[in-house]
């Protein structure tokens, strides 16, 4: 299964906002909009982020926002804090598998 | 609180099986779909399979069909992975996680490592 397409990192100062895409194609990210992202501190259990898009679960800071154009979604964490360094992955349903997974990126706050 | 606890990981030589086990707890596991995912050293999340609440449907990622095997006991509210002829890229650390609509895993354990090599 093709894996969706994360930068492998991305840094920023605390208080600055970044952004993290995820590609895919029209048949996964372009042709649905049950787009997630998770957070991962290694060695813990992932967290889900954003589900449908840009919906927040309950309890998930509204400085962590998502959204799509076209065959792409991003992540953008604002105010980034030294908490938010981890790893952030994507995924999407996809006409070939209930879940296909971005590639990963690992954020680091300087 | 949801819990959801991975065992039995560990070290299995190539062409061995393991079963995982994941015990849920502070939610009705007979109402949710549930998943397996996997990572493997320094890559990114692979979904592996998924089944439906009673158990009736299953789904499996391409490339693994036919050596895994989801299962799940409501009785007991825990999921099974059964992985047979254990290959070295299935070194990875294995998660279970709870459905909470379609492309959504609301909560995951914390995983079980399972490592092959002779």
């Known amino acids: 299964q093709s894996a969706l397409t994360q930068p492998a990192s991305v840094s920023g100062s605390p208080g600055q906002s970044i952004t993290i895409s995820c590609t895919g194609s029209?048949?996964?990210?372009?042709?649905?909009?049950?787009v997630s992202w998770y957070q991962h501190h290694p060695g813990k259990a992932p967290k889900l982020l954003i589900y449908?898009?840009?919906n927040r679960p309950s309890g998930v800071s509204n400085r962590f926002s998502g959204s799509k154009s076209g065959n792409t979604a991003s992540l953008t964490i604002s105010g980034l804090q030294a908490e938010d360094e981890a790893d952030y992955h994507c995924?999407?349903?996809?006409?070939?598998?209930?879940?296909?997974f971005g590639t990963g990126t690992k954020v680091t706050v300087l | 609180e949801v819990q959801l606890v991975e065992s039995g990981g560990g070290l299995v030589q190539p062409g061995g099986s393991l079963r995982l086990s994941c015990a849920a707890s502070?939610?009705?596991?007979?109402?949710?779909?549930m998943s397996w995912v996997r990572q493997a050293p320094g890559k990114g999340l692979e979904w592996v399979a998924n089944?439906?609440?009673?158990?009736?449907?299953?789904y499996y990622v391409d490339s693994l069909k036919g050596r895994f095997t989801i299962s799940r006991d409501n009785a007991e509210n825990s999921l099974y992975l059964q992985i047979n002829s254990l290959r070295g890229d299935d070194t990875a650390v294995y998660y279970c996680?709870?459905?909470?609509?379609?492309?959504?895993?609301?909560?995951w354990g914390q995983g079980t490592l399972v490592i092959v090599s002779s």
């Open positions: 502070g939610f009705t596991f007979s109402s949710d779909w």
């Open positions: 996680a709870r459905e909470q609509g379609r492309g959504r895993l609301g909560y």
């Open positions: 449908d898009v840009g």
């Open positions: 995924s999407s349903y996809a006409s070939r598998a209930p879940y296909v």
């Open positions: 029209s048949s996964d990210v372009g042709g649905h909009n049950y």
């Open positions: 089944i439906k609440e009673d158990g009736s449907v299953k």
